[in-house]
C-alpha cells in the first residue's frame, strides 16, 4: 500500500545538531542541497518557515520577497517537489521576545502581524494555501505577566487579520503546552479548536497537530487526531515520539512508544487521512551524536514505520476485535494488539 500516503519534512529536520548545552555538531547543509535530499528519502512535500524561503526577509520590501520566493517555487518544481505550508518564524526576533501577538506593546503586536502578512505572501507564491501558527512565545513565564482574556483576543484579532488579508489561505494551529514559555495559551487542540470558532471564518482555521506537543500535555495522541478529525480539521500532522514529559524531543516516529504511533495511523488510516491533499508531515531531529553522513536516518525511518504501520492497521483482525468488544473482554484486546505488534 505504499505510495498512497505523501510524506513532508522541513529543513529545519536535517540539522547541526546544537542544543542549549552546547554548540553544533555537523556541519550546515545549505537549503538547495537539502531539496535535493527529499525525493532520495521518500518526500514529496517541503515544509517553510517563511524565512526558510526567503532569509533575511526583514530587510526585504515586499517585491523583493515576492522575487526570491518565486524562485524558491521553481527550485521546487525543479526537483518535482510541493510546498505544503508556510510558517511565520516569529520567536527569533528581539521584538517577539515577550510573544509576537500577545506582546503587551503595541509595536511589537503590530510587527507581529506585519511579518505574518509576509509569511502570506511567501505561501502564495510558493503556491500553498496553508499557513502553520506555532504560536511559540504567546504565553508567559509568570502568571501575572499578561491578562489571558486579553491575550486569546489578541490571538483572535491576529488571525482575523490574516484570513482578511488573503482569503484563500487556511490555518493550522500547531498546540504545543510548554517550551520556551512555562505556560501557552494555546496548549492543546480542544484549545486551538474553540479559538477557530472565534474567529471570523472558523471554516478556515484547524490545526496541525504535533505527537510530542500533545504527550507534553499528558494526552493521547490519536485521540487528539480523532478529536480534529471530528471537527474535520485536521489540516496537517507532525509526526515524532517523545520520552514522557521533558525537552520537546522530536524523536523519530514510534522510536519510543510503537503502539502509540500504531493508533495514531490507524485513527489517520481509518478515517482516509491523506485523500483530500493532506501530508504526512513529520517533525523529527537526529540524535545529537548521528555523524555527518547517516543524519537523515531519522527522516526515513520514521516514513518506513508509518508504513509499516499502515500494513498492521490494515491487516489487524477487525473482525475479532468487535468481537472482543461486544464481548467487553478488553483484556484479550489488549493481548490480541501487543501480538500483532510482535508479528504474532
Ligand atoms: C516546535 C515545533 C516547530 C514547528 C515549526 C512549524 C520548529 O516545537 O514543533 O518546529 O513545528 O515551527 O510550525
Ligand atoms: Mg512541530
Redesign the pocket.
Known amino acids: 500500500m505504499a505510495g498512497e500516503y505523501r510524506f513532508s519534512f522541513?529543513p529545519?529536520n536535517i540539522h547541526e545538531g546544537a542544543d542549549p548545552f552546547g554548540p553544533t555538531v555537523r556541519r550546515s547543509i545549505t537549503f538547495a542541497r537539502k531539496l535535493k535530499m527529499y525525493k532520495k528519502l521518500g518526500f514529496d512535500g517541503v515544509?517553510f518557515?517563511d524565512d526558510d524561503a526567503v532569509p533575511d526577509m526583514n530587510k526585504l520590501g515586499p517585491r523583493e520577497i515576492n522575487k526570491q520566493a518565486k524562485e524558491v517555487r521553481k527550485a521546487l518544481a525543479d526537483e518535482g517537489l510541493t510546498a505544503e505550508f508556510v510558517?511565520p518564524r516569529l520567536w527569533e526576533d528581539p521584538r517577539t521576545i515577550d510573544g509576537g501577538y500577545t506582546s503587551n506593546s503595541e509595536a511589537d503586536r503590530a510587527y507581529a502581524r506585519d511579518r505574518s502578512r509576509r509569511c502570506i505572501d511567501i505561501a502564495a507564491a510558493l503556491d500553498s494555501k496553508l499557513i502553520?501558527l506555532?504560536l511559540a512565545r504567546e504565553g508567559t513565564y509568570i502568571r501575572e505577566a499578561k491578562d489571558s482574556k486579553v491575550a486569546v483576543d489578541r490571538l483572535v484579532e491576529a488571525i482575523n487579520d490574516m484570513l482578511d488579508y488573503n482569503p484563500e489561505i487556511k490555518i493550522a494551529i500547531?498546540p504545543?503546552p510548554n517550551e520556551p514559555m512555562d505556560q501557552a495559551y494555546i496548549p492543546t487542540t480542544g484549545h486551538a479548536l474553540a479559538l477557530a470558532y472565534l474567529t471570523k471564518d472558523p471554516k478556515r482555521v484547524g490545526v496541525n497537530i504535533?505527537t510530542a506537543?500533545v504527550i507534553l500535555a499528558g494526552l493521547d495522541p490519536s485521540d487528539e487526531m480523532g478529536f480534529a478529525l471530528a471537527y474535520d480539521k485536521l489540516y496537517t500532522v507532525?509526526l515524532n515520539d517523545q520520552n514522557g514529559l521533558k525537552f520537546?524531543e522530536d524523536k523519530s516516529f514510534g522510536a519510543v512508544n510503537l503502539r502509540r504511533a500504531f493508533n495514531q495511523v490507524r485513527i489517520l488510516d481509518r478515517y482516509s487521512y491523506g485523500t483530500r491533499g493532506e501530508f504526512v508531515g513529520l517533525?523529527v531531529k537526529a540524535m545529537r551524536t548521528q555523524k555527518q553522513d547517516v543524519a537523515t536516518k531519522h527522516l526515513s525511518n520514521s516514513r518506513t514505520i508509518f508504513l509499516q504501520l499502515v500494513e498492521l492497521a490494515r491487516s489487524l483482525d477487525q473482525g475479532k476485535v468487535e468481537q472482543l468488544i461486544a464481548r467487553r473482554d478488553y483484556e484479550e484486546l489488549d493481548m490480541l494488539i501487543t501480538s500483532h505488534l510482535m508479528g504474532k
Do not use: I, L, P, T
Request: net charge negative; proline share 0%.
Open positions: 522541513g529545519w515544509q518557515h510558517a502553520v506555532w500547531e504545543k504535533e506537543h507532525h520537546d517533525d
